[in-house]
C-alpha cells in the first residue's frame, strides 16, 4: 500500500471531510461524549478531556513517513462546525478498515452516508485499497442500513467480540472489494 503522510479534503453536498484539527475538539466535545452518541462505539471517550487528548493525539500523527491511521472530522458546510468524524486505519497489504460517526442531532439526515461514500472514496482511490471493511455494533440499526446503502455487504456477525477492555457484544462485518466500488453508480 502506497504511505500517504496525509489526505486530501473531500467536498460532498452537505460536508467538508477532511483531517481533525486542534480547533475541531470543542465541536467534538459536544458530540463524542453524549450517551446516544456512544452506545454504539468501541472508542468511548468519556469526557472533554479525553476528547482534547485524543485531537491531539490525531493532530499529532498527521505528516508521518509511517503513518496507517487517519482520524477525519466530518465539516458542515453551512456553519463551518465539525458535526461528525470518520476514519480510516491501513492494514494487511490494501485493505483498510473504515468507521463513522455523527452528531445526534444530525441523524437521520443523508450526512452518515456523506461521511461514507467519502471515506470509500478515501480508501479506494487514495489509500490504493483492494478491499474495505467495517463493523457495526449490536443494535446499531442505522449504520448497518447506511454500511449497505453505501455498498458494503454482510460477511459475518461475531457474537462476543472484544469491543474494548472489558466489554464483548455482537457484532457485524461488512465489505466491499475495489472492483464493487469502481462499479457502484455515481
Not at 471517550?45 to 509511517?66: I, K, N, P, W, Y
Not at 453551512?78 to 452528531?103: C, K, M, N, Y
Amino acid at each position: 500500500m502506497t504511505t500517504i503522510a496525509t489526505l486530501p479534503a473531500v467536498e460532498t453536498q452537505s460536508l467538508l471531510v477532511r483531517e481533525i484539527e486542534l480547533g475541531d475538539a470543542p465541536a467534538f466535545c459536544n458530540f463524542m461524549t453524549q450517551d446516544a452518541y456512544q452506545r454504539h462505539i468501541a472508542m468511548r471517550l468519556a469526557s472533554e478531556q479525553e476528547v482534547r487528548a485524543f485531537v491531539t493525539r490525531c493532530v499529532a500523527r498527521q505528516g508521518g513517513d509511517r503513518r496507517n491511521c487517519f482520524h477525519l472530522a466530518a465539516e458542515e458546510k453551512l456553519s463551518g462546525e465539525a458535526i461528525g468524524d470518520g476514519f480510516l486505519i491501513l492494514q494487511h497489504p490494501r485493505t483498510v478498515e473504515i468507521g463513522w460517526g455523527l452528531h445526534p442531532a444530525m441523524w437521520g439526515m443523508g450526512l452518515g452516508t456523506e461521511i461514507g461514500q467519502a471515506l470509500l472514496g478515501l480508501a479506494f482511490e487514495r489509500l490504493r485499497a483492494n478491499s474495505v471493511w467495517c463493523k457495526v455494533m449490536d443494535g446499531n440499526a442505522a449504520s448497518s442500513k447506511l454500511a449497505q446503502r453505501i455498498g458494503l455487504r454482510h460477511l459475518k456477525t461475531h457474537p462476543h467480540y472484544p469491543a474494548n477492555p472489558g466489554r464483548r457484544c455482537r457484532v457485524d462485518f461488512y465489505a466491499m472489494d475495489e472492483s464493487d466500488y469502481f462499479n457502484l453508480a455515481y
